[in-house]
């Protein structure tokens, strides 16, 4: 363990030697070190000291074992003289190293780093007071080292021998040194301690420290010990003693014993109470250290936990809930009126039921289910409905959710079993009748973990919903009363069952004018407040918010509406930090500069009339959208190419309306045998997004007619309509979300299926009054009112794309045959303009003659 009374033959003949660095040791005197070297600089420096006649260097420790490349500022200056016993180098180039520890030194100067560290170094003056307080410091240093030893026990008998033989200060300190004390700190401050006996004071005030620690982890270890022991007495004890109380009929306080007590004061229904009952006397006969005892604890928690009887008290107020719904939400009359009417007959359900009357299901048509793009307020409107009635409210999103344990729950049988969402909703809202969101509910999942829509009609059906079992409970729990609110983005991706216990209520999106109203009212004060922004600091002119909404937007919601809001108070919060008594003003002028060149233009989408180009109206999960056809003839052999990502609704759809061409040549002005000669190309821009359905039947035949004819399709008309072979035109759905895309888009003549004049009652009055409806049966009235007139030509003119464009132009201000004419005065607001080719053009009709 250390240098035995040997004295130390070898003598410093040079006062200049290698130093080597280590990163977490320290050298001490009297003691053999083995080192593992790796670095280049000190593997250089140990091979130098073999070269040394003497086989002398310095060894010093580094202030930071962090540092790969120690300089003369990062080492102590309090080091060791050591003499190299020796040196082997290993496998992987490293060496290992014995050497001696010899004196103490203080690095006097620095003279090389390069290609190793050489320094200038003198021998420390070391004190070394013999006499009777130092015999005594050993005699107690040593008593001290074999107390710590015994408590330790990683050190050999042979160790602690070869330590008590130690007589001197000056070699027990440096060994005790080197061996007891771990931290780096504490080993320099002894080795740069030039005194002996001080040295070993502070190494016995070292040990002593470490041995009331050890101690104390020996004093812990043991009631440890004890406590185990103890548990299991208790365990043999308590078993006992139960048996001696069942048979004389007694009864102790228990865990069970206040779980019971909360069963009574919960007033479970009795198949619960009884259930409940049950796990609790297992409870109380399972030992403390079964495997089930945690399983049988959780389970009573969750059924004593749960609003069995807790509800809130309604409060239905008309005038108070059409105030909330006002205030949480700008327009949707419609929607909020059929809300109102909703909750109505509820509140009248639950007047005649205090009178006597009775229902066959107190929850019958209180699901609703509200279905719309992203956007447009539909889980607010489920937060104000909750507002509106006083009740909690609770929220569970559906998107994705593809096992049905999601709903039911997990058997309590599996590790970690939990109840399923429905029933944990329940818990964390603690009353028996809330307002339960389920959200997304058209993206629920079907895999082979199970059916979770299945699993919802339970929840959902009036029928059925008032003894939902979970399979976590094991026991029915009574949703009836729970007020569920469906939300989705597409209808016919609802599953049917689930639909049909369902009053769906779409919300098809915002016009313009709302959309301003709902940015100035809501959202602009929303966002400013959230950025930390005051009125006095952040002004916005009115009329901003309509460039962002027509020039930056193009959604049904207002969702991007709120992110180009938030774009805008964040630029203006850097600016208020920047300059703090400068308030930000927003302008049309300045509006570019935060948000950036518009995205969209206010103008219509073609700019000019075009052969084979017609505008058709689409239907998304987003909302409705512009469909652009385009088609061109090219010397061919009759192939018929159709691209944009089409679906096969569509392309059939594509294949109808060259049919029904082929069948109205004649008529139509079009060599009947164009197929011999011509290839027709049909594309739908915007290849990266799928499309399909039948609604684009029309605007395809049109822009065929018109490759085919070379005659020009309006740029200000947009249409939408399924056609058959024989050219009649059918209905389609989605028709008011068209509409709101086309009247986004600034087009002001939109020809319809005469099939859906009944939809236009739907469509906002100040739509109808804007927009000019062309109602049509079959696709003679379409040609009619989408196509320009042929271009007349003389006798010896050609039908040059550059005289087809000439006349366009000339004939685009004035009126066209077939075009429908807009008076000019303003319209009541409670009619809609359409035109129909058999009451000639611009009639009008009043929603009452519908």
Known sequence: MNEQERPNVVQATSEEYPLAALKSTVAFPHNRLALPVGREKTIRAFEEAMMRPDRLL??????????????????????????????????????????????????????????????????????????????????????????????NRRFSVEDINSVIALKTAQRLSDTLAAHLVTDIEQQQELLSTLDSLERLEKICVIMGNEIEILELEKTIRNRVHSQVDRSQKEFYLRE?????????????????????????????????????????????????????????????????????????????????????????????????????????????????????????????????????????GKTSLGQSIADALGRKFARISLGGVGDEAEIRGHRRTYVGALPGRIIQSMKTVGVRNPVFLLDEIDKLSSEYRGDPAAALLEVLDPEQNSNFTDHYLELPFDLSEVFFICTGNVKFQIPRPLADRMDIIELPGYILEEKIQIGLRHLLPKVRHEHGLSQEQFKMQPSVMDHIVTEYTREAGVRSLER??????????????????????????????????????????????????????AWTEMGGILLPVEVVTMVGKGDLQITGQLGDVMRESAQAALSYIRTRADELN?????????????????????????????????????????????????????????????????????????????????????????????????????????????????????????????????????????????????????????????????????????????????????
């Open 564 to 617: 180009q809001l938030a774009t805008i108070c964040r630029k203006a919060a850097l600016k208020v930090l920047e300059k703090p008594n400068t308030p930000v003003r927003i302008t049309p002028k300045n509006l570019e500069s935060y948000l950036g060149a518009p995205r969209y233009s206010s103008a219509p989408p073609l700019q000019r009339t075009q052969i084979g180009a017609a505008m058709g109206l």
């Open 670 to 850: 079009i060599d009947p045998n164009f197929q011999d000669t011509t290839d027709l190309h049909i594309h739908l821009p915007e290849n990266a997004l799928s499309k399909d359905g039948p609604s684009a039947g029309i605007t395809i035949a049109i822009a065929l007619v018109s490759a085919l004819t070379h005659r020009s399709v309006r740029n200000d008309v947009t249409m939408t309509g399924e056609i058959t072979l024989l050219g009649s035109v059918l209905g389609v759905g989605g028709l008011k979300e068209k509409i709101l895309a086309a009247h986004q888009a600034h087009i002001k003549t939109i020809i319809l299926p005469a099939a859906n004049k009944k939809d236009l009652a739907e469509i906002p009055a100040k739509i109808r009054q804007q927009v000019n409806f062309v109602l049509v049966d079959n696709m003679d009235q379409v040609l009619d009112q989408a196509l320009l007139p042929p271009l007349p030509l003389t006798e010896n003119e050609e039908a040059r794309p550059d005289n087809l464009l000439l006349y366009q132009e000339n004939i685009a201000g004035g009126r066209r045959t077939g075009q429908s004419k807009r008076d000019n005065e303003d319209l009541d607001s409670s009619s809609y303009q359409f035109s129909h080719p058999e009451h000639g053009d611009s009639a009008r009709a009043e929603t009452e003659e519908k």
């Open 58 to 151: 310095i060894i010093g420790t580094q202030f930071s074992p962090d540092i790969d490349d120690p300089q003369p500022k990062d080492i102590y200056t309090s080091a060791t003289l050591a003499e190299v016993l020796t040196m082997h180098r290993q496998q992987d180039s490293t060496l290992q190293i014995l050497v001696r520890g010899i004196s103490r030194m203080t690095i006097d100067e620095f003279l090389d780093t390069e290609p190793f560290l050489r320094v200038r170094a003198t021998q420390a003056a070391e004190t070394h007071p013999k006499g009777p307080q130092s015999d005594a410091l050993v005699r107690h240093a040593t008593n001290l080292f074999e107390r710590y030893a015994q408590l």
């Open 240 to 376: 006992q003693l139960r048996a001696i109380q069942e048979e004389l009929g007694m009864e102790a306080s228990s865990e069970a014993d206040e779980a019971r007590l909360k069963l009574k004061e919960k007033q479970l229904p009795p198949a619960a109470a009884t259930k409940v009952l049950k796990e609790i006397d297992r409870l109380e006969r399972t030992p403390a250290q079964s495997a089930e005892i945690a399983v049988m604890r959780s389970y009573i928690d969750w059924m004593l936990a749960l609003p069995w009887n807790e509800r809130t008290e309604d409060r239905f107020n008309l005038e108070e809930t059409r105030k909330i719904l006002d205030n949480d939400h700008y327009g949707l009359e419609g929607i909020k009126e059929r809300i109102i009417e909703f909750l109505a007959v509820r509140q009248l359900r639950i007047q005649a039921t205090k009178r006597g009357a009775a229902f066959k299901n107190e929850s019958q048509g209180q699901i609703l289910c509200l279905i719309g793009p992203p956007g447009v």
